[in-house]
């Protein structure tokens, strides 16, 4: 997490997000067209999703069922009667020249979510962030200027020296979610920090998979500034294109900076959208918006509205997991964990819940924490797997930080196999046992080994005893040489110096 330092003005920002996050659906929201990622152009279309004339478009009842397990997650008032809205604009990503959306009657609305903040010392803030809406929607095409269709995610992408445009109707027709936050975030930290949480919600309810890098999860920020103390809002600025968590925090501290300096300079803040530029790190004026545009709304004619029985309800609701927040609060107040600690472990549910393995067969919680988030975590950024793939079950490691805790081996040597754990499962003691691994703790067997060293170096042992005791930890670390090591540190510097100092 960062932690750059927030931008201090007499200027307060008010800032707000609108959320696009497809959901993963295996076929779009009005047809049974699939979803998948970087298919062939133009292949998963239908005359449905292309817009022909006489088609009718049928609710994909996924689609409802993780928007209300969203708007839920979200502590969102679901509404018991929705509807569908057309939304009429021309664009050339859109066949049918309007979108379907929802206006009036969204289906989930008054929410909010919790975000925490950690200051340098690792002592969190904690702040509610309400959720104004959340509303079910399709997707537009994507438009690609100059030729090119090959990488690219974003619903557009321009290239240099365009000499025309293409145009791919894959995403037409897939399922999002729009999240339309209050207007309760004051720095760009709060607001990439919001856009993280509403995704680990999002990821742990399995209803998207928030990646950012394909477009599945899309941020446009609002942002306006005003004097600490003034009531009324100053005029706001929209910032599109960015597409990672620090791009959001960043843009928002530019801008901030950008809009403070244009008013100390007695200059006005247009009303207009800007695009971030991550190569110059900072934003450009894109358009001007003047007022909001007229689209026309009407209810859609061809769907139904949709009323939700208390039953399904009921069932969808608990069907929901234990959310991040929960998790957070629950490993620091029941385990015992820092709320750093906890953070890092809730980030992802598949890691949470292989750590709450570990506890529940009988894992220390610190160690167990300490474990997953160091030596495991490592391997699997080193090798970019996630935690369901690696072959060493849950128990696994409780029995190799049990077998540490009872000084069966050392916690060197348990590093040592723990890639070959990882990689092939099986049980710790077999593992071991076979490779004799075994921890020497026996006093009578280590003193053998000390009486060997002391005898095969007697000019160290000459020098010790003429005082220079800093050669204990020479005569110990010959200890682990010839033990390959496998003696127990504690009890051979014990011996050790007993026998040094005879
Ligand atoms: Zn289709």
């Known amino acids: 997490m960062t932690t750059a330092a927030p931008v201090k003005t007499q200027y307060e920002a008010i800032i707000g997000l609108e959320t696009h996050c497809q959901l993963s659906t295996a076929t779009k929201i009005f047809c049974n067209c699939s979803t998948e990622f970087g298919a062939v152009p133009n292949q998963n279309v239908c005359p449905i999703c292309l817009g022909m004339p006489g088609v009718l ?5 996924k689609v409802l069922e993780y928007a209300v397990k969203a708007g839920l997650a979200l502590n969102c008032e679901i509404a018991s009667y929705s509807k569908f809205d057309r939304k009429q604009y021309f664009y050339p990503d859109l066949p049918k020249n309007y979108q379907i959306s929802q206006y009036d009657l969204p289906i989930a609305k008054d929410g909010w979510l919790e975000i925490e903040l950690l200051d340098e010392q690792g002592n969190p803030t904690r702040k509610r962030i309400g959720i104004t809406r959340l509303h079910m929607e399709e997707d537009a095409g994507k438009l690609v200027h100059g030729g090119s269709v090959g990488e690219a995610s974003r619903n557009e992408t321009r290239l240099s020296g365009s000499t025309h445009s293409l145009v791919d109707f894959n995403r037409t027709g897939v399922a999002l979610a729009e999240i339309v936050s209050e207007p309760d975030l004051r720095s760009g930290q709060e607001a ?6 509403l995704r680990r919600i999002l990821r742990y309810l399995g209803v998207s998979d928030g990646n950012m890098q394909e477009g599945s999860l899309r941020c446009d920020v609002n942002i306006s500034i005003r004097p600490y103390g003034q009531e009324q809002f100053g005029v706001k600025v929209e910032i599109k294109n960015m597409n990672s968590f620090s791009a959001i925090h960043r843009a928002i501290d530019y801008e901030i900076a950008r809009q403070t300096k244009a008013l100390e300079n007695g200059e006005k ?9 991550e190569g110059n790190q900072r934003t450009i004026s894109m358009r001007s918006k003047e007022g909001s545009s007229d689209y026309r709304y009407f209810p859609e004619p061809d769907l139904c509205p949709i009323e939700l029985p208390g039953e399904q309800l009921q069932t969808w609701q608990e069907e929901l997991p234990e959310l991040p927040a929960a998790k957070r609060h629950r490993y620091e107040t029941r385990l015992g964990l820092s709320a750093y600690d906890a953070r890092v472990l809730t980030d992802d549910r598949g890691v949470a819940e292989y750590f709450e393995a570990v506890v529940a067969a009988g894992g220390n919680p610190k160690q167990a924490a300490n474990w997953v988030m160091g030596e495991i975590t490592a391997y699997l950024n080193q090798q970019k797997l996630s935690i369901s793939q690696i072959a060493f079950p849950a128990v696994g490691l409780a029995e190799l930080i049990a077998l540490i805790e009872k000084g069966t081996i050392s916690g060197k040597i348990a590093k040592e196999i723990l890639p070959e754990l990882l ?15 075994v921890q020497i703790s026996d006093a009578g067997e280590l003193d053998k080994v000390i009486e060997a060293v002391l005898a095969a170096n007697p000019k160290e042992l000459a020098q010790y005893r003429s005082g220079k005791t800093k050669l204990l930890g020479f005569f110990v670390g010959q200890v682990m040489k010839e033990t390959g090591g496998r003696a127990d540190p504690k009890l051979t510097n014990q011996l050790m110096a007993k026998k040094l100092n005879a």
């Open 57 to 61: 478009p049928v609710l994909n009842e």
């Open 269 to 277: 803040i247009f009303q207009e959208t800007r695009l971030w530029e």
């Open 423 to 437: 990689v092939k499962g099986g049980s710790v003691t077999k593992l071991i046992e076979s490779k004799g691994l």
């Open 192 to 197: 990439a920090e919001y856009a993280q949480e």
